[in-house]
Each structure stands twice: as structure tokens, then as C-alpha cells.
């Protein structure tokens, strides 16, 4: 799929965007130091597949995301659920550990609901205490936190649920949540430039802003094309980004990937939708067995995770011909293939992000 076609979100770069960027300072070197992160999934915004047992705790099947979680369940048991999974999925420590890692910045979904429930919407609240406990630890620990605003009224992503962008009431909502966060960052956090700013949308680009990036997000398994590549196959199809992303006229940097090469994951698709890899998924062939693929990483054999290996360093060094990159996801409940976390213990990471054995793999 074209670069262009990936391209989801600007990155606002600093907190004093209104009245003017053109003026501000960031609290990084933008162009000339590389972006090098890693996405907070799963804790703010639930998925099925990264907390799978939240969903099935709930002995429901109709639950299969924030809003039918909030809406098929006795509010004081899904509140209670949230509360303790926001209290404990991610920690000071995680923050502690992805900077000890050399990682530089930090992603953090949160849906348009923390800030703006509307009539009949059945989301909990109450991330905001998270996303503030966030902000501290990002600093505490000299990592940028980049602000994501995963979700928004009627969706913005084109694809499920394709109203976001024609629907006026749903841009102005969106536009008073990203008012609200920016708000909000600039008067609690006045003199903290550790900060930036996911936003959705294109106007920023035509309007010469200083201080706007883009955010791209490639993967190589959500197609039967794609999914079908063999090793080799996904390792050239990620050095092939390299000249798109070089030639891009804002800073571009790719704020979602994975080494992780097959759709296997459980609910990866979907609460009870299955694979495209092992040919479960509808209108998929099959490729192959999710077995060792996916789940707990010691059922992954040494050739996994050499591909592993080679795969992510492969896109790192593709994506740092843009402005760097940052890995989907920090953890997950049994998806280690696509885990920062996983990576760096079981060695398809390296601990230091710029300690590479394949320096030459897209050459």
C-alpha cells in the first residue's frame, strides 16, 4: 500500500499551539535527533486482543470494545474492572523501564470519551488521573509523551466506521477535545516541554505551522497479500519505505509498527474473529500455523526470532531515514510477538535501540 495511503494523524509538537507555533521551542530536536518509542496500548483505551481476559472476565460476547463494555455491563462492576486495570497495567516502573531501554518517547492512546461523553454514549470516564500521572512519569524520567487521541466521534479512520470526516458535529466535537487536552497540558503544565500533541486531520499542513508532524503507521499483515510474505518478502517490503519517508516535505515519523509479521494474535481482528495466517479469517488462504507465532514467546523457535530480529531492525533503519519511530505495543497479556517488553527479554530488541546486528539489511 502507497506511504501516502498510510497516513492517519498530524503530531502537534508543543503545547502553546493556539494562538501560534510558529514561534515555539520544542523540548526535542526535532529533524536532528531520531524519534525512538514505544505505544502505551491497551491501557487507556482497551482492546480485546491486548487485554483479552478483561473481555472474557466478563463472560459476555457482545462486549467487544470501550463502548459495549460501558453498555452491557452494571456500571459499578465496569467502572471497578477499569479502575484496576488503569491502576495497574502500566506504572511509574514501565516508564522507568522503557527509558532504561534508550527509548525517547512514549505514545499514549486516550479516547475523545476521557474528556467529552456525549447523551447515550455508554463510556466510563476517568483516565484523565492517568493520563496526568502520565505526564509526571514522562518527566520524571526524561521521556517525550506524546498524547494520542485514539478516538473520536464516529471514528476517524475511515474504515469501520467511515463518518468522522463528514459528519461536521463530529469534527467540531473532536476539535473542543483537542482544544480541551491542549487546554488543559498548557495550564497545568506551563513550563513543561516534554509534551506533544497527536491530532486529527490535515489542516495544519497547508497553513505553514511550524512544529506539526506527521504520523504514519505500516504494517504488513492486515491483507492476504501482505500477510502471505515470506521472511524476506516483509524484511524488503519495510526497506522499501526508506525514500517516501527521506522526501517527505513535515517531519514524518511511523508512531505504529511491529515486528510482529502475521495477524495470529488472538482477537488481533476482533473480539472472536480469528486469523488471516492460518486461513480462519473470512475470504483468507491459508498461509500457515499460528502455533509458535504468536502467544508466549518461549514457544518461539531461534529462527523466529533471528526473522525477528532482522525484521525489526530492518524497519528501524528504514524508518529513521524519516524522523524515527514508535513501536506498537509496550506490553500485551499474550501477544508476544508484538511487545517492546517481550523483545527486549526474550532479544528480537536489543537493549540499547541503536546496538544493531544487521546495520547492512537494506542495503
Known amino acids: 500500500m502507497p506511504l501516502l495511503n498510510r497516513l492517519l494523524s498530524l503530531v502537534v ?33 482497551l482492546e480485546p486482543w491486548i487485554t483479552p481476559s478483561i473481555f472474557e472476565n466478563t463472560g459476555n460476547d457482545d462486549i467487544v470494545d470501550e463502548w459495549t463494555f460501558g453498555e452491557y455491563q452494571d456500571y459499578d462492576t465496569a467502572l471497578a474492572t477499569l479502575q484496576e486495570h488503569w491502576n495497574t497495567w502500566i506504572t511509574e516502573a514501565d516508564f522507568e523501564a522503557i527509558a532504561a531501554a534508550g527509548l525517547n518517547h ?15 454514549e455508554p463510556y466510563i470516564t476517568g483516565q484523565v488521573e ?19 487521541l485514539h478516538g473520536a466521534p464516529g471514528s476517524q479512520n475511515g474504515m469501520s466506521y467511515p463518518t468522522w470526516q463528514s459528519n461536521q458535529t463530529n469534527v467540531d466535537r473532536t476539535d473542543d477535545v483537542i482544544k480541551t487536552i491542549i487546554s488543559m497540558v498548557d495550564s497545568q503544565y506551563p513550563y513543561n516541554s516534554s509534551m506533544e500533541i497527536s491530532v ?17 503507521h505500516i504494517y504488513q499483515m492486515f491483507s492476504n497479500e501482505e500477510v502471505a510474505y515470506n521472511y524476506s ?6 526497506c522499501s519505505y526508506g525514500s517516501s519517508l527521506a522526501s517527505f516535505d513535515l517531519w514524518i515519523v511511523v508512531g505504529e509498527w511491529t515486528p510482529a509479521s502475521t495477524d495470529c494474535a488472538k482477537w488481533l481482528n476482533g473480539r472472536g474473529t480469528e486469523s488471516r ?3 480462519t479469517y473470512p475470504g483468507s488462504t491459508y498461509v500457515g500455523s499460528c502455533t509458535g507465532k504468536t502467544g508466549n514467546a518461549t514457544s518461539f523457535s531461534s529462527d523466529y526470532k533471528n526473522f525477528m530480529r532482522q525484521y525489526w531492525e530492518a524497519q528501524v533503519i528504514t524508518y529513521e531515514k524519516g524522523d524515527g519511530w514508535i513501536q506498537w505495543t509496550w506490553k500485551a497479556e499474550d501477544a508476544d510477538d508484538w511487545t517492546y517488553q517481550a523483545g527486549l527479554q526474550y532479544g528480537w530488541i536489543p537493549q540499547d535501540p541503536t546496538d544493531l546486528e544487521y546495520p547492512n539489511i537494506c542495503d
Not at 503545547?15 to 530536536?29: A, D, K, R
Not at 486531520?201 to 511550524?210: H, K, N, V
Not at 518478502?233 to 519495510?238: L, P, T, V, W
Open 13 to 45: 509538537l508543543g503545547i502553546s499551539v493556539v494562538p501560534s507555533v510558529l514561534s515555539f521551542q520544542p523540548g526535542f530536536n526535532y529533524g536532528s535527533e531520531k524519534v525512538r518509542g514505544v505505544n502505551l496500548g491497551g491501557w487507556l483505551v
Open 106 to 120: 512514549v505514545r499514549l492512546p486516550i479516547g475523545y470519551w476521557a474528556f467529552a461523553v456525549g447523551p447515550g
Open 130 to 148: 492517568y493520563l496526568n500521572k502520565a505526564i509526571t512519569w514522562a518527566s520524571n524520567h526524561n521521556l517525550k509523551l506524546i498524547i494520542d
Open 200 to 216: 486529527i486531520g490535515m489542516a495544519l499542513w497547508s497553513t505553514g505551522y511550524d512544529g506539526v508532524a506527521m504520523d504514519t
Open 233 to 238: 518478502q516483509h524484511i524488503s517490503e519495510a
Open 277 to 279: 495466517y492460518d486461513g
